[in-house]
């Protein structure tokens, strides 16, 4: 399936969608396909978001997110997130803000099927007397019902409609194999009801059954596999190409002003048909060794034996 | 003793000595990296650096710039999620943690989510990320910031990473694993918590800072140690890790 397909098909306006990744893993070929198809009102969450929100915000696709972070790290700030948050540009959004853990944690919730989880964290903050719009359900501060005396902050299952992630492989079937910083998927995506996800490579199912142990999504919560070298980038994924870090610095130079991010939304997102087109445009512009440049290293695992 | 060092280098230091050998640190990119790396090839070789995204004991050949860049992975002893990382974190394993802020009040409450009102912002930031969790969970948390009035304030906008709360023993009446902020390194001093009010106290300044200019550049009247001390000063050898070795580039050391 291509990435337009899997998009139309599968993510609708006004859907909770969980944006799979941590600074890795994150598919920026499905991401920029949802904002071609203008999709709207969408409710996305993640432990950790980056541009991939700060451009679907400012598209105007989404009305809420769930998260604990929405940043560029010591890159710099996501602009268009601050003139949505601080100005209404293009409009008003709500967010409900979590820590890291307690949103990995409302993810396991949801992919377990338990109805909420008991932490330590976020207790003391403000987190816990504040809310967007679930009010009292955001939050809750019980006693520990075995009698330690602790209170614990108890926050509810998410249980997203649809997630998407990028992953190094899977089978056509839907089995999909990650390595390298994991973030919060696969829990973010496997309490979604459905997922889809773009792949460097499409490989057999005898291929993924040889090295079971790495596949974090079971072909039966798959609805569509889709074929997207370099859908990651800017960002990375271990074994084929690293982070692209003068790209992220430009993004953050370029889209201070609404101005300058319209302009890269242009170039990158709109002026492009899907994710070739995407390369090849970037390849145009910053030439074939550049792209070559962020090729990963060949580091071998060596294999194990699983046999018996 | 060096004399050859800039602020953010003797920040990055004093850090480092905070770390014990055998201590297991959770890290972010930054100062807070180059003194867990400082501290491991110097008086702390048994650390166990762990970053949040999941990398636990890394050994990267380049400097990452962000806590889950692809250099993490190999060499790492073990490679899983956030819930490997901050579920360690949550069991109250870890001995440090790194913390940072937009603001800070005298009870090391920290501010990452908003200047204003919480639901109309005249700025918003970044949210907690990992530092809800680290402050909550970690054993002790270092606090690296630079040293104005606008972020060290009489009370914070918004309280994202608990510190002391309100003083006293309202922190400990909640039931935390972490035990709450142990140091705040500024580009002025060195700042303690008294052990019983669990107020912020100057225990050092730095070389060149006065006690006027940490009054000037901090919104409450902020208690002054009685045997108040000059920082400790960075040696020859460890300005010459941090330049040669650590971040030659000067990818974080950018001071002059």
């Given at each position: 399936?291509?990435?337009?397909?899997a998009?139309?098909?599968?993510?609708?306006?006004?859907?909770?969608?969980?944006?799979?990744?941590?600074?890795?893993?994150?598919?920026?070929?499905?991401?920029?396909?949802i904002?071609?198809?203008?999709?709207?009102?969408?409710?996305?969450?993640?432990?950790?978001?980056?541009?991939?929100?700060?451009?679907?915000?400012?598209?105007?696709?989404?009305?809420?997110?769930?998260?604990?972070?929405l940043?560029?790290?010591?890159?710099?700030?996501?602009?268009?997130?601050?003139?949505?948050?601080?100005?209404?540009?293009?409009?008003?959004?709500?967010?409900?803000?979590?820590?890291?853990?307690?949103?990995?944690?409302?993810?396991?919730?949801?992919?377990?099927?338990?109805?909420?989880?008991?932490?330590?964290?976020?207790?003391?903050?403000?987190?816990?007397?504040?809310?967007?719009?679930?009010?009292?359900?955001?939050?809750?501060?019980?006693?520990?019902?075995?009698?330690?005396?602790?209170?614990?902050?108890?926050?509810?299952?998410?249980?997203?409609?649809?997630?998407?992630?990028?992953?190094?492989?899977?089978?056509?079937?839907?089995?999909?194999?990650?390595?390298?910083?994991?973030?919060?998927?696969?829990?973010?995506?496997?309490?979604?009801?459905?997922?889809?996800?773009?792949?460097?490579?499409?490989v057999?199912?005898?291929d993924i059954g040889?090295?079971?142990?790495?596949?974090?999504?079971?072909?039966?919560?798959?609805?569509?596999?889709v074929?997207?070298?370099?859908?990651?980038?800017?960002?990375?994924?271990?074994?084929?190409?690293?982070?692209?870090?003068?790209?992220?610095?430009?993004?953050?130079?370029?889209?201070?002003?609404?101005?300058?991010?319209?302009?890269?939304?242009?170039?990158?997102v709109?002026?492009?048909?899907d994710?070739?087109?995407?390369?090849?445009k970037?390849?145009?512009?910053?030439?074939?060794?550049?792209?070559?440049?962020?090729?990963a290293?060949?580091?071998?695992?060596?294999?194990?034996?699983?046999?018996? | 003793?060096?004399?050859?060092?800039?602020?953010?280098?003797?920040?990055?230091?004093?850090?480092?000595?905070?770390?014990?050998?055998?201590?297991?640190?959770l890290?972010?990119?930054?100062?807070?990296?180059?003194?867990?790396?400082?501290a491991?090839?110097?008086?702390?070789?048994?650390?166990v650096?762990?970053?949040?995204?999941?990398?636990?004991d890394?050994?990267?050949k380049?400097?990452?710039?962000?806590?889950?860049?692809t250099?993490?992975?190999?060499?790492?002893?073990?490679?899983?999620?956030?819930?490997?990382?901050?579920?360690?974190?949550?069991?109250?394993?870890?001995?440090i943690?790194?913390?940072?802020?937009?603001q800070?009040?005298m009870?090391?409450?920290?501010?990452?989510?908003?200047?204003g009102?919480?639901?109309?912002?005249?700025?918003?930031?970044?949210?907690?990320?990992?530092?809800?969790?680290?402050a909550?969970?970690?054993?002790?948390?270092?606090?690296?910031?630079?040293?104005?009035?606008?972020?060290?304030?009489?009370?914070?906008?918004?309280?994202?990473?608990?510190?002391?709360?309100?003083?006293?023993?309202?922190?400990?009446?909640?039931?935390?694993?972490?035990?709450?902020?142990?140091?705040?390194?500024?580009?002025?001093?060195?700042?303690?918590f008294?052990?019983?009010?669990k107020?912020?106290?100057?225990?050092?300044?730095?070389?060149g800072?006065?006690?006027?200019?940490?009054?000037?550049?901090?919104?409450?009247?902020?208690?002054?140690?009685?045997?108040?001390?000059e920082?400790?000063?960075?040696t020859?050898?460890?300005?010459?890790i941090?330049?040669?070795?650590?971040?030659?580039d000067?990818?974080?050391?950018?001071?002059?």
């Open positions: 399936m291509t990435a337009k397909e998009v139309s098909r599968f993510i609708q306006d006004g859907q909770t969608v969980t944006v799979g990744g941590f600074w890795h893993a994150i598919s920026y070929a499905l991401t920029h396909e904002i071609r198809q203008g999709k709207k009102h969408l409710t996305i969450c993640a432990a950790g978001f980056n541009e991939q929100a700060d451009q679907m915000i400012g598209a105007g696709c989404v009305d809420r997110v769930v998260t604990s972070y940043w560029l790290e010591v890159f710099g700030p996501t602009y268009a997130f601050r003139r949505a948050m601080e100005k209404g540009i293009p409009h008003k959004i709500e967010i409900e803000d979590y820590s890291n853990f307690s949103m990995t944690m409302r993810f396991m919730a949801g992919a377990l099927g338990i109805p909420y989880i008991p932490l330590n964290s976020l207790k003391g903050s403000d987190m816990m007397n504040y809310s967007a719009w679930m009010g009292d359900n955001k939050v809750k501060l019980v006693e520990d019902p075995f009698g330690s005396g602790v209170q614990h902050a108890l926050v509810p299952a998410l249980k997203p409609d649809v997630g998407y992630l990028h992953a190094q492989r899977a089978d056509e079937e839907g089995n999909v194999q990650l390595w390298g910083t994991l973030g919060d998927s696969p829990w973010s995506v496997r309490a979604c009801k459905k997922i889809i996800v773009s792949v460097e490579e499409i057999s199912r005898e040889k090295d079971p142990n790495r596949t974090v999504i079971p072909a039966y919560k798959v609805a569509a596999v074929k997207e070298p370099y859908g990651a980038h800017p960002k990375g994924t271990q074994g084929y190409y690293r982070e692209d870090r003068e790209f992220l610095f430009d993004y953050v130079k370029r889209t201070k002003t609404e101005e300058g991010w319209k302009e890269f939304m242009d170039e990158w709109y002026g492009v048909k994710r070739t087109e995407y390369i090849e970037f390849i145009a512009k910053y030439g074939y060794k550049k792209h070559l440049d962020l090729k290293e060949s580091m071998q695992s060596g294999s194990v034996n699983y046999g018996y | 003793m060096s004399e050859d060092f800039t602020l953010q280098e003797l920040q990055t230091v004093i850090a480092a000595r905070e770390i014990k050998n055998g201590d297991m640190v890290i972010g990119t930054g100062l807070p990296l180059l003194a867990a790396r400082l491991q090839m110097t008086h702390a070789p048994d650390m650096s762990i970053y949040e995204s999941g990398a636990i890394t050994k990267p380049i400097l990452p710039l962000s806590i889950s860049e250099c993490l992975i190999p060499g790492a002893a073990m490679v899983g999620g956030l819930l490997e990382a901050l579920g360690l974190v949550h069991a109250g394993d870890l001995d943690g790194f913390l940072g802020g937009a800070i009040d009870y090391g409450n920290l501010n990452s989510h908003v200047i009102d919480y639901h109309n912002p005249t700025v918003r930031f970044a949210g907690s990320g990992g530092a809800n969790d680290i909550s969970g970690c054993q002790r948390t270092i606090i690296i910031m630079p040293h104005t009035k606008r972020r060290f304030v009489k009370k914070v906008d918004f309280i994202t990473t608990p510190g002391y709360l309100t003083g006293r023993d309202s922190r400990d009446r909640l039931g935390f694993p972490g035990k709450g902020p142990a140091l705040v390194v500024s580009n002025l001093g060195v700042m303690r008294e052990p019983e009010s107020e912020m106290y100057v225990e050092s300044l730095h070389p800072a006065s006690i006027d200019q940490i009054k000037e550049n901090t919104d409450w009247d902020i208690k002054i140690a009685d045997q108040l001390k920082s400790t000063l960075p020859v050898e460890e300005i010459r941090l330049r040669h070795e650590l971040d030659p000067r990818l974080f050391l950018r001071e002059k």
